[in-house]
């Protein structure tokens, strides 16, 4: 780096203010720590964390960073699954929290926010005027940041008409070099040939800072939930290959539990529900009655595929608890003793969906690795054929020993990943699945995203690491 | 135990407790105090606790984060509905008491007076002792004591004794006890319950207040209390050795709906109103008891109860308790009035000609928002009592 730490947040200072640049340590953690099992190492942090309030103070800052070849790395929210957020080589971490606007236009039906804003309140405003984001990621997670890894949450794929890029109508974008591009328009009509907004929807922060959003307005619907309890989750597996071939209407959102799940989730909260493995759905309609329609199919689907028991949730409190069995489906592990963990996401092919079921149930099995001593939770989603697996294990292992069985897990996603044919998921790519892309694209492929991101971004100053694959 | 072992300990329970956290950043979202840093809310405080300890690194930074927390609770339901169900405020006051009494890194430079004056003058604002009761001349309350037998104390609490507002709430509702023909009485020499000096870390002191509480209860044979102080309520049925020993403790709007029920008090007085009801933290979240203001608010005749946008568990906090009302954030970290501004508005947005709530320092902070925020004719902040006794 050019500059020593103290000037570089003096000069920073003098582009975003006082208040908005930090550099005292207990700043610094919290930008750089993520969700992975293991802390944050004192070589993780960021010189400085800076906290811009619009797209031009990004572009000062950036301008400033790329003039000095200094890496920064951007910070959404935090919650990435992928911890790309972790700076790899120091430098600056740009937060977008400030930039956190909201314009929810119902003349023009679209909206515009801030690329900081958390999907939770976005989320709660759009329903206070009957409309829905169709990117249904956790309430804390900021919406650039899902834009930028291109993830509808828990949604079911094709349901609002596919991923986030389909929604998006314009971005503004700070390139590395501080230039400022928009795209797109404010009319509904989204450009059938180049629309420069693609190639950063989804690129995770390397190729410029998505700083502004506007996204069509998307109704909301009428939803009714459903539950079928199987005797084992790959019953659940046919039952969705058996939804998409039968073509029964879809679910906006499901989740399946695996067994070993469900068990401690039960007993956790108490519920007296059938053994095995469940899923719920949410259908939904555009009136009340559609949406418990399309519930009922698939109560009908369940119960053809073999269910032991299912049924509309019209009680709200039932319907709570197993949404919760889903919800803290991450928390069983500690109700064992096992605090620390990690999640996989493995898509297969829906006719090998139950086939990786199986094989997930039985994961650590016989294993002579670190997983061989995790326990493994199955769990899932209905609506697509997307599987998480969650290894738990002591937290008080070891640094090296957490790191070696993060890299046995991430090896074992991507063994499975090429097994079953699967895609990165909604997680994004960077930095752990950089090695799956290129097994299973090669090195020409990921070379054009190389190329691209020397284009964007020659000095390779933002989210630097992350592309390279550096954990 | 030894200071270096109570040191140790601490620092253990808090390293077991926080390495379990899953950083799932839920909590974060519901904490009032978090204006938009990441840092500021629960879940950046309890990290920088963590790495406090693996780092042996206390300063002034850490200082400021984990004094800022309001102490609300509202994280500890997000945690427990959706995470791990770590009791992430505990785990902030006993990050307090680390810095307090093991560091010499806390509490707030302006919280040293109110933790002194508590000790010495028995309250945190350093009012004379003996204008504690001074609220009460001329209105014939008796002292209750061992010759002077009362069936119910009330426990009136340092805001509602010297604060101008909160004097309101204590005279309000003696003269609705009196109506009812309830033998009550105060204490002469009524003491701080300790509440807030457990809040900002202070253990010793909270464990000689409550000492001297009890032995003041114990002397003058009390067996029934009933406070308009929600922060005291809690201390005395959640903490105090052996949660009060015995002692029945009511909040009063569990009380007066017994009185009501019983035939003992009738509300005859029509009062048109339209009002919301704001949940005191350490009434409805902490002590759970969220129905018994409502089920005594809609006995008044004439009322009209709206809801605000957050109530019951997820009510937002005033922003003045956990040691609060002594500091003023430092630069970069919410005010207090910021926070309560976000709740009048919440208020406003209802309708209401009336903000009811149920504790004295709600009251005094929501009053000073309303004032900040030029709404003194749209809405008047009002203790319970002061409706009810507007309808006897």
Known sequence: ?471 | MDEEQREENIERDLNEALIACEKCHFCNTVCPVVDTRITQGPFGINRAIYYAIKWNEFNEELRDLVYSCSTCGKCDIMCKKVSRALPLTELIEKARELLLVEKEAGPMPEQVGALKNMHVRGNPWGSPSHERTKWAEGLEIPFASKDRHVDVLYFVGCASSYDSQGQKIAKSLSKILKKAGVNFGILENETCSGHEAKRMGETGLFAYLSEATMEMFKDAGIQHIVTGDPHSFYSFTHEYPEHGNGLKVQHYSQFLNELIEKGNLKLSRKVNKRVTYHDPCYLGRHSEIFEEPRDLIQRIPGITLVEMENARADSDCCGMGGGRMWMEPPQGLLSSQAIAERRVLQALATGAEILLTACPFCNITLNDAVKSLEKEETIKVVDITELISMSL
């Open chain 1, 1 to 471: 780096m050019a500059v020593n730490a103290e000037q570089l947040a003096q000069d920073l200072k003098s582009i975003v203010g006082e208040d908005y640049v930090h550099t005292d340590l207990f700043e610094r953690v919290n930008y750089a720590d993520t969700s992975l099992p293991y802390d944050v190492e004192e070589g993780d942090l960021p010189d400085v964390v800076v906290h811009p309030s619009n797209a031009r103070e990004v572009s000062e800052v950036l301008k400033y960073a790329n003039q000095r070849k200094i890496p920064v790395t951007t910070y959404g929210s935090g919650t990435s699954l992928m911890f790309g957020t972790k700076p790899k080589h120091h430098g600056i971490t740009i937060s977008t929290e400030r930039l956190s606007s909201l314009e929810i236009n119902v003349e023009h039906q679209w909206l515009e926010c801030g690329a900081g804003i958390k999907t939770g309140q976005v989320i709660k405003e759009l329903g206070q005027l009957g409309y829905f984001l169709p990117i249904q990621t956790q309430i804390g997670s900021s919406v650039g940041g899902a834009i930028g890894v291109n993830t509808l949450g828990h949604l079911t794929d094709n349901m609002f008409g596919g991923r986030p890029i389909s929604h998006i109508l314009g971005l503004e974008v700070v390139l590395p070099s501080g230039e400022i591009i928009e795209t797109g328009s404010k009319c509904l009509r989204r450009p059938a040939g180049w629309d420069l907004a693609r190639i950063f929807i989804g690129s995770e922060g390397i190729l410029g800072i998505i700083t502004k959003v506007r996204m069509v307005l998307t109704p909301m619907p009428e939803t009714t939930d459903a539950v079928g309890f199987f005797k084992t989750v790959e019953e659940i597996g046919h039952a969705v290959g058996m939804m998409y071939r039968e073509k029964f209407p879809l679910p906006m959102d499901g989740e399946l539990v695996g067994e070993k799940a469900c068990k401690v989730g039960y007993e956790a909260l108490d519920l007296d529900f059938p053994e095995g493995a469940l899923a719920i759905t949410r259908s939904m309609g555009r009136t009340k009655e559609d949406a418990t329609e399309n519930a009922q199919e698939m109560v009908r689907l369940f119960n053809k595929a073999g269910a032991t028991k299912a049924f509309i949730l019209d009680d709200p409190e039932i319907a709570e608890k197993v949404w919760r069995v889903r919800e803290n489906a991450m928390r069983w592990g500690q109700e064992r003793g096992l605090k620390g963990y990690l999640a996989i996401e493995v898509n297969p092919t829906l006719p090998r969906l139950a086939e990786a079921m199986t094989e997930l149930s039985h994961i650590t099995e016989g294993r002579t690795d670190l997983i061989g001593e995790t326990e493994a939770y199955l769990y899932g989603h209905v609506g697509s054929d997307s599987l998480h697996c969650l290894f738990a294990f002591p937290y008080d292992w070891p640094t090296d020993k957490m790191k070696q069985v993060v890299g046995e897990i991430w090896n074992l996603e991507k063994e499975l990943q090429l097994k079953y044919d699967g895609v990165g998921g909604d997680w994004g790519w960077l930095p752990y699945r950089v090695p799956f892309f290129r097994e299973k694209y090669g090195e020409t492929a990921y070379g054009i995203i190389k190329k691209m991101k020397q284009l964007f971004d020659p000095n390779n100053i933002l989210n630097r690491g992350n592309l390279e694959g550096e954990a």
